[in-house]
């Protein structure tokens, strides 16, 4: 499978996740063996109205080789300049996002919406396409109100689309429920552009459960939260992860471009994600979400580590 100019055997792609995929995150990440990383969704209303919070979003460092940007609309013409914004140029790729199960991104027919509508969703395709030299993707999920996945899968492909990103499950079903790997073999043997599969893969035995689809590739996304070593676990590298310096090095990077207060009120959803499993989670857990100072919060987690 080959994104912008490099070619992969199996890649392992970072999901893009709303409020989770921060430039910190991704790096690290990156650096336990995320091949491909994605931003959080982007609105490309929001680009030509709001910049400075799109900027932010958009922020990347070296680690992150293969990287894409992420984005999300109703109206052709404005993802199509989405797509050619300097805010952009540093991506590899774009993806356009058709499956989102949000509401409020339901409700304003973007994201999953868009699955009910095919003709939208293809001059959606078609225009990115043609706004653009670099490659263009789409993610989609069963279906809407129907399970049109297979219609819908065709459609991206002879829009345009350079592969295909498919979570098998509906928009209904949001994260419930299991994701149908059967849909996922349906979907690959029906296009000629590669497929990554995603949903539910969270070690190396839903890793070959997923692999046995046919899929080109495979996309992580709640596994990772509080685990971006999972990349390097999947690869058999486990013995090599130091939890504290991932988390130590996500932080460093986010102070590199946000202050404290912000960084403070951000990063406890992190460091919660970071403390599960670990002995006396839950009040470990009161722990962090009353503790003040980042600093502090990082010695809880360390010593929490220190006797596992």
């Not at 932010?56 to 989405?82: N, V």
């Not at 395709?125 to 279906?143: E, L, Y």
């Not at 839950?282 to 003040?292: G, M, P, V, W, Y």
Request: charged residues 25%.
């Amino acid at each position: 499978m080959k994104i912008g100019e490099k070619e992969f055997s199996f890649p392992l792609f970072l999901a893009p996740m709303a409020g989770v995929t921060d430039v910190g995150f991704r790096a690290v990440a990156s650096e336990f063996g995320a091949d491909v990383t994605f931003t959080e969704m982007l609105s490309a209303r929001a680009m030509q109205h709001n910049p400075q919070k799109t900027e932010y979003m958009t922020l990347t460092t070296p680690s992150e080789q293969t990287k894409i940007a992420q984005i999300f609309g109703h109206e052709a013409d404005c993802m199509a300049q989405a797509v050619q914004s300097p805010l952009l140029a540093k991506f590899d790729a774009f993806d356009i996002n058709m499956g989102c199960p949000a509401p409020k991104i339901v409700k304003n027919g973007e994201g999953g919406a868009l699955m009910d509508n095919l003709p939208l969703a293809s001059q959606i395709i078609s225009a990115c396409k043609n706004a653009t030299n670099k490659m263009v993707s789409v993610k989609f999920r069963k279906g809407c109100r129907t399970e049109n996945f297979l219609d819908f899968a065709r459609m991206c492909e002879d829009s345009g689309a350079d592969f295909v990103t498919f979570h098998a499950r509906t928009v209904g079903q949001g994260y419930s429920g299991k994701a149908d790997y059967d849909a996922i073999a349906a979907v690959k043997a029906k296009l000629h552009i590669p497929v990554v599969g995603n949903g539910d893969v969270v070690d190396e035995v839903s890793l070959h459960n997923m692999q046995s689809t046919g899929v080109d590739g495979v996309m992580i996304g709640r596994a990772s939260l509080g685990r971006p070593w999972i990349f390097a676990q999947l690869k058999g590298r486990e013995a090599r992860v130091d939890k504290f310096a991932a988390l130590e090095r996500h932080i460093q990077i986010l102070r590199e471009h946000f202050d404290e207060k912000w960084l403070q009120s951000y990063i406890r959803k992190h460091l919660l994600w970071y403390a599960t499993g670990l002995e006396m989670a839950s009040a470990l857990r009161l722990q962090l979400a009353t503790c003040d100072n980042v600093d502090k919060c990082l010695q809880i987690l360390k010593a929490a580590w220190e006797k596992e």
